[in-house]
Every structure is written in C-alpha cells, then in structure tokens.
C-alpha cells in the first residue's frame, strides 16, 4: 500500500491546498498551553547542554585564546581555509544533535492534540527511534547546504544578504522534521515535500510563522529565561500547520499514530 502521505502530496501538488489563518491560531494556543512547561524544560536543559558543546568544539578547532578573543568579533575572513571547513563541519555536527531534539518536541505537540500521555523524556524519544538517521541526515544536508551558500556569500562579500539567505532555508524546510516522523518519508523527500508544502501557501505560511515568532519574543520580558517557555509556540504551529495542510494517517507511523479526519 503507498504511503498516504506521498498519495496527498501528490494530490497538493496538482490542487494546494488551503490553510485557514485563525483557525491554526486558535488550535497553535490551544495546543501550546498544554505542552508549554514539558517542552520548555527541554529547551532550557537542551540550551545549557548545546552551549557547552558549541563552545568546547570551537575552542578545539580555534584554540582557546583565539576562539574567547575572537568570540565577540566572529568574521570568517579571520580564519584559515582549514578552520573554515571546520567550522562547517561544527555547524553539521550541531545540526546533527538538534534534529531529534525539534523531532521530540513535535512528538509532544502530536501527544498533546490527540490526548496521548507524555513526559519531559518524550521529548529526547528520537534519539533512540529508528528515525534518528533520517533525522541526522536531514539535518546535514539544510546544514551543509546553509553553511555552503552563506560561506560563499561572505566571501564574495555581500554580507547583507547572509542573514537572509539563512533564515530562507529555514523557513523552506521547516516542515522536513514532521513529514520525516509523522510521513516516515526520507531526508531528502521530506525536504522536498517541506518545499512543496510552504510555496503551495507561501504568504500564509510566513504570516503565521511571523506571529509566532513575535508571541515567543515575549519570553524576553521575563528576565530572558522566560524566551525557552515561549519558544514551544514555534512547535506548536508547525505541528498544526502540518497537520491541517497534510495530515497524520495511521498507515503511515506505527508508535504516532492520529488520524486527521478532515484530510482522509
């Protein structure tokens, strides 16, 4: 039997599909309020853990010294070609270690909306799952693909455009982690399918993902902590997006299993 997914990707491709603006609001709040302490705790544990991994990887590429000199005034230019493949490297390895991380989150979101029990473990679940490798894998090749494009913009020296550049990646492929956990397609397929999904409704997507990203910049009022309790709002529209554009069928995942009616 063909997965149901790829069966409804192939029916947006020819027809889209629509997406109601204050519809995904109102079910993105809903869904938030019930995963906000879990999955926040886990932002905050997995912040503090990513930090020292970030830092300890920098100071064995860049040396010490160098790297706390140079933290506060990072410019490629000032590193040697080596150091520059390294420093992709760093950002691949990095992306290798989020993507499960964002996958459990979106588990949480999943359990939360059809009323499955979850933990603060739910959210570290895909670091053991028999997804982990198309997780990896996806996160490797947005990484590799960002880190390249944006290393060849600095030094061609258009670093204007370096900022945009990346966050255009990453809105492009924001839906790869759920068609990866809940479509059980492929790195590559979900990136493509992430693509097809956000230029079918590309202003709406952007609106809502705009909204949420203001609602978490909320988090900063409250002493800063406060960002790694808003930042699940993220989560929680994606999931709501994907759910309403594609939908979550039982054909397609075994242990996430939610039909959504409206979409079979």
């Known amino acids: 039997m063909k997965n149901t997914t790829k069966l409804k990707l192939e029916e947006i491709k020819k027809n889209g599909y629509n997406l109601n603006v204050g519809d995904v609001l109102s079910e993105t709040l809903k869904n938030y309020k019930k995963t906000v302490w879990v999955n926040g705790a886990g932002f905050l544990l997995f912040a503090f853990v990513l930090v020292g991994i970030t830092m300890g990887l920098s100071a064995i590429v860049f040396g010490a010294d160098t790297f ?18 390294f420093s992709l490297l760093i950002a691949v390895v990095i992306a290798a270690i989020i993507y499960p991380f964002y996958a459990g989150l979106l588990k949480v979101s999943h359990h ?42 600095k030094f ?63 988090g900063l009022i409250a002493l800063l902590i406060g960002i790694f309790f808003t930042l699940p709002i993220i989560f929680s529209m994606q999931y709501i997006i994907y759910k309403k554009a594609v939908g979550i069928y039982d054909d397609d995942s075994i242990d996430d299993i939610g039909i959504d009616i409206q979409n079979l």
Request: charged residues 10%; neutral net charge; hydrophobic residues 55%.
């Open 68 to 85: 706390s000199n140079a933290f506060g005034d990072f410019q490629i230019a000032n590193f040697s070609l080596v150091q520059v493949l």
């Open 156 to 218: 061609s020296g258009y670093i204007f455009l370096v900022e945009f550049i990346t966050y255009f990646i990453q809105f492009l492929t924001v839906f790869t982690i759920p068609f990866i956990i809940f479509g059980k397609l492929k790195a590559l397929e979900a990136i493509e399918a992430s693509i097809l999904i956000v230029s079918r409704n590309f202003f709406a997507i952007l609106l809502l993902m705009i909204i949420s990203i203001i609602l978490t910049a909320f």
């Open 112 to 153: 939360a909306s059809t009323h499955k029990t979850y933990s603060f473990s739910t959210v570290f679940d895909y670091y053991k799952s028999d997804l982990l490798r198309q997780l990896i894998i996806s996160g490797v090749l947005i990484s590799s693909a960002s880190s390249l494009i944006v290393t060849l913009i």
